[in-house]
């Protein structure tokens, strides 16, 4: 049974970094992912309750693979930097779960669930995670 932890999950200045089978509840951010992180795997973590379930600074090579993550409870999905604004698919053919009643990226109430780090909406394609996917195959 994982124990939540109510800290984020954060990377930065590393190489080759691996969040597994985490589980956080609440904060200001649940995953956290620096400019200088690289070759990283988040996978089949649980963040629930965050106010920004993941954050992503931009990197001209990112090489981050971010599968198999429950992300529910959040009041923006994935919070970008202002200059993020390369389209970029986080999750490469395996998707996540991002606590929504249809595949998608939205409430369904006008609330806007990926934004830039200055708090703005980002514009449609910069960042969008994967919709859920069949979540077999990552052991």
Do not use: E
């Not at 080759?16 to 795997?41: K, Q, Y």
């Not at 090579?61 to 993550?69: G, H, P």
């Amino acid at each position: 049974m994982r124990r939540p932890i109510a800290a984020v999950l954060f990377a930065n200045n590393t190489d080759h970094f691996t969040f597994r089978h985490n589980s956080v509840a609440g904060g200001p951010t649940g995953i956290s992912i620096g400019p200088f992180a690289i070759n990283g795997l988040i996978a089949r973590n649980v963040v629930s309750g965050a106010s920004a379930a993941l954050s992503l600074a931009f990197n001209p090579n990112f090489m981050q693979t971010i599968r198999l993550n429950d992300f529910t409870d959040y009041s923006v999905a994935v919070r970008t930097t202002n200059n993020f604004t390369v389209p970029t698919d986080i999750a490469a053919d395996t998707g996540n779960y991002w606590g929504l009643g249809c595949p998608g990226f939205g409430s369904g109430l006008g609330i806007p669930r990926l934004r830039f780090g200055d708090g703005c909406p980002a514009r449609c394609g910069a960042a969008l995670p994967s919709k859920s996917r069949d979540r077999k195959g990552d052991g």
